[in-house]
C-alpha cells in the first residue's frame, strides 16, 4: 500500500471516530510506528490532524463554523438532545446562567414551552429574545460589548454584570475539548473571560456539547476538567474518553 493509500485511510478512521492511536495503525496496517508517525506529521502539516501523545485527533481546522449565529441549524438533532437532558437538571425557582451557545437556545426554547418558573442570566441576544416571551421567566441580559459573530455581549462590562449573581446552574458551551491537558475551550479571549467570570458565580457547572466536540479543540482555554461538574452530551464518547473523564470526576450526561 502507498504511503498517500494508508494516509486516506487514517484520515477516514480518524472521522469516523473521532482520534487515533499509532499503535494499533501500525498493526492495521503491518508497517512500524515510525512510518505511521511520519504519516501523521503529513496529515499534520496538511491541517487535517493533530497529533497527540500516543495519536492524533482531529484539528481545530475541522470544519466547524466559528460564527456562532451562523451555527444554529447545524447538528440541530443533536443540540435538542443535549438541552433535554439540560432542562432535566434545572429545578424551578433557581436562578441560572445560559453562556453563549447554539445549544442553549434549544433549552431556552424548552424553559419557555415547558413554563419554567426560573430567573435566567445570559449575555447571548438569541437567548434573551426567546426567554422574554414567557410569564414565568425573569430574564436579564448582561448589557456589555456587543460582538455581532457571537450575536452577545463579552468582555469586562459584560463580567461585571455576571459576577453580581450567584448561579444555582450554568450551561456553558465550548468549541471543543483538549483531552491532552483537560482542557475546555473556545475561539478567543474576550468569550473565554466572560465564561470565567459566570463560572466562578456557579454552584453546579454543565458544558453542553456535541460529542463530536471531544475529539479538537480550539485556542482559548476558559476552564479545566476541576473546573466543572458535567458534560451533557448528545451520545457517549469512546470508552477510553469516557474513562479520562470519570478518572478527573466530570460526569457524562
Partial sequence: MFAEE??????KTLHEYGKVKV??????????????????????????????????????????????????????DKKQIIAAKSELKIKDDETIFLDISTTNIELAKLLVEKNRKLVVVSNMIDILQTLAVSPFITVIGTGGHMYERVNGFMGSAAMEVIKSYSFDRAFFGTCGIDMTEGAITTLGVEDGLTKKAALTCSRHKYIVMEKEKFYFNDSYKYAYFDDIGAIITDERPDTATVEALENAGVVIY
Fill in 23 to 76: 499503535k494499533e495503525l501500525s498493526e492495521k496496517y503491518n508497517v512500524t510506528e515510525d512510518c505511521i508517525r511520519k504519516d501523521l506529521k503529513t496529515l499534520e502539516n496538511e491541517g487535517r490532524l493533530k497529533r497527540t501523545y500516543g495519536g492524533a485527533i482531529l484539528s481545530r481546522d475541522y470544519p466547524l463554523e466559528r460564527e456562532v449565529i451562523r451555527r444554529r441549524d447545524y447538528n440541530m
Fill in 6 to 11: 494508508r494516509q486516506v485511510g487514517i484520515e
